[in-house]
Structures are given as structure tokens and as C-alpha cells.
């Protein structure tokens, strides 16, 4: 479902979001796709077990833990910081994804870096069984190719395709079903732009694509006021909510850009809601902790 902003913007640009977010109530937009040939590649190697990596309020764990009960699978989340054991019930995160099945193993933060280690993954299985390994965030090439199905017919005549970044999978399966007069922009949440390397393995053959690193607010989870009073009003606005780690960074980067005529009169831009709901009930509670104003989901 495509949705035109409702906001009236300078030298006739028009945007649109991409309700990636409406796949599926649980397993939404960049999830969903990430997880599906991942999903049927397990059960053709009739694996009964899902393992995965996330942090406290990770997407991704909450998509793998519904997703797997929803396809019969058994799911474990090696979660990041052994703090986290006595905090379940006060997580909505963890929570939801422990009411559908999944098992945890809480690591400290120095372990977790050593997700991709042969050797620790060798002691997983030692202790777990046999599993289905899925990435941190879901990224691997399996997950590029559910996301090179984001992009429809109904999308070619868009001059912009623009998309939040965390792992780089999402914007690589964009990148390559992207026509050759359409220029892919990400937003990363995290500082830098290392992302474009690890986004080149998974490239082919398209070189009209950039990240736009201005706009992470400090970097992976970091927020301002600024922030969530523009998602607040986007969602008074167009009745689209959005989330303030990816895709609240994503559209605020977008119409600050076309304020700044960034982008040539009369571009018509795509914006992808990559999803990212469940996370806000977590960050509100950050926010309140902090005596800041929360992100208002009920609008």
C-alpha cells in the first residue's frame, strides 16, 4: 500500500510512503521479508530451530519469535546483556517474544561481539543442538532477496527510493530491484558509513545508490525532543506512525533534505516503513524514565 503525504512540499516534490509496516501485525515490513526465504530454506533443511542475536528491544527478535511459532519452529535469542535475565517482565520486548516460545540466553557484551566466531557458535551448538542460524538484524543473502521484492511495478515511476539503515540487507534487496532512473538513498542509524562496504557484497551491478549519514541524532537508539516532536506531528498529520530508530530518522532526514532543496523540483520520492512499531512502547519508557516527552502512539 502506497500512501501520499498529506504535507504540501516546495518546487512541486511529492512523497509517498511505502506501508511496509501493514504486512503483517507482528512480523511487518522489513521483517517479514527478511524472514521469508529464510523460513522456507530451514524447513527444507528440516531444521526444527531458529537461533538468533538481538539487543533488549530488538525488532528482529520479536519478528523471529512470532514468526517461528507461527511456522512450528522452536526459537532461541542470544540476547545482549546478562543484566537482562532479571528484567523479562518488565521488557515488552522480551516479554512478547518470550510469550511465543522463544528461549533466551543472556550474554554480556563482550561475548555477544563474538557472534560471528566459529568457535562460539561451535559451543551454541554444543549446548542447543542443531539450529537454522539467522544474523543479528536478519541480514544475510537469503534476507536481500525477500527485500528485492519490496519494489513493485506500481513503484517505477518514483525518481527516489529512500530507506531507513541498520544492517544493510533491506537497502541492498532495494538497491538491486531498483530501476536504472530510480537513486536509492539510506539513512543509517548508526554514525559513519562503514555500512557501504558490507551493502556492496550484496549489490549487483547498481552503482545509483548513497547513504546519507546526517541524520543518526548521535548515533544507534540516540534521540532528541526535536525527534519525537516531528514524529508526533507526522502522525497527527498523515495518521502514519513511525518509529524514532529508523524510520523517525529516515523521513525526518527526507523533508529536512527537500527544505534544503536537496532534491531537483518536481522529484517524486518513495519512503519505505520498514516496520519498527513494537519498539517504541520500550524507548517511551526510556523517555519517561529521562522526564522527556514520549512518542504518542494513540493518535
Known amino acids: 500500500m502506497n500512501q501520499p503525504l498529506k504535507i504540501s512540499f516546495p518546487n512541486s516534490i511529492s512523497v509517498t510512503v511505502k506501508r511496509e509496516d501493514l504486512i503483517h501485525p507482528f512480523v511487518s515490513g522489513n521483517k517479514f521479508r527478511k524472514l521469508k526465504y529464510n523460513l522456507f530454506q530451514a524447513a527444507a533443511e528440516n531444521q526444527k530451530t531458529l537461533l538468533t542475536f538481538g539487543g533488549a528491544y530488538s525488532n528482529h527478535i520479536a519478528a523471529v519469535a512470532f514468526a517461528g511459532k507461527e511456522k512450528g519452529f522452536k526459537t532461541i535469542g542470544i540476547i545482549r546483556g546478562d543484566e537482562l535475565r532479571a528484567k523479562i517482565s518488565e521488557n515488552p520486548t522480551l516479554h512478547f517474544a518470550q510469550s511465543c516460545g522463544m528461549e533466551f540466553e543472556f550474554v554480556s557484551r563482550e561475548d555477544y561481539r563474538l557472534k560471528n566466531d566459529i568457535s562460539f557458535l561451535d559451543s551454541l551448538k554444543q549446548k542447543f543442538g542443531s539450529f537454522f542460524l539467522i544474523p543479528e538484524g536478519g541480514t544475510n543473502e537469503l534476507a536481500v532477496k525477500g527485500c528485492q521484492e519490496i519494489l513493485t511495478e506500481k513503484d517505477n515511476h518514483f525518481d527516489y527510493v529512500c530507506c531507513a539503515v541498520g ?80 524510520t523517525g530518522k529516515m523521513a525526518f532526514g527526507v523533508i529536512d533534505m527537500i527544505r534544503a532543496s536537496k532534491f531537483p523540483p518536481k522529484s517524486n520520492i518513495l519512503l519505505i516503513h520498514t516496520g519498527g512499531i513494537q519498539g517504541i512502547q520500550g524507548m517511551n519508557m526510556k523517555l519517561k524514565n529521562k522526564q522527556l516527552p514520549t512518542i504518542d502512539i494513540d493518535v
Not at 544493510?168 to 558509513?193: E, M, R, W
Not at 550484496?202 to 525532543?225: C, E, M, R
Open 167 to 246: 544492517t544493510g540487507g533491506t537497502i541492498a534487496g532495494i538497491i538491486n530491484s531498483a530501476l536504472p532512473h530510480q537513486k536509492v538513498l539510506g539513512f543509517p542509524a548508526l554514525k559513519g558509513d562503514f555500512l557501504k562496504d558490507e551493502i556492496s557484497t550484496f549489490v549487483q551491478n547498481n552503482t545509483n545508490w548513497d547513504l546519507i549519514t546526517d541524520y543518526h541524532f548521535g548515533g544507534y537508539a540516540k534521540v532528541s525532543q526535536e525527534l519525537i516532536a516531528f514524529i508526533n506531528l507526522f502522525n497527527v498529520e498523515n495518521k502514519i506512525l513511525l518509529d524514532p530508530i529508523y
